[in-house]
């Protein structure tokens, strides 16, 4: 069976909240405040919303990569994340509540 066409199957709604995911703002050190995170046992997103709106943008279609591709390496979710929120970036794509 095509493991993607299962999941496309699933398509369960995803959980995305903005919020505060450590003391300090996400700054990408090592040890740092996470600028996102997944769980899969819930299917929550959280994205630490103080970031640059584009920034932001990136790590939320990140996660997303996350939850839809759970075998794929960080560096493969990384990659096409920047690829993916870049482009639909200078497309105009924004959030419009904050
Ligand atoms: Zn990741």
């Known amino acids: ?23 300090e703002a996400p700054n990408g050190k090592p040890g740092g405040t996470p600028f996102g995170d997944f769980d899969p046992n819930t299917g929550v997103i959280r994205v630490d919303p103080r970031q640059k709106e584009d920034e932001l943008f990136d790590t939320l279609v990140h996660e997303l990569i996350h939850a839809a591709y759970p075998f794929l390496i ?12 870049s482009v639909l970036w200078d497309l105009g794509y924004r959030r419009t509540h904050k």
């Open 1 to 23: 069976m095509n493991p993607l066409k299962t999941m496309a199957k699933k398509n369960p709604k995803r959980t995305i909240r903005f919020v505060n995911l450590g003391k």
């Open 74 to 85: 960080e560096d493969s979710v990384h990659k096409g994340a920047t690829s993916i929120s």
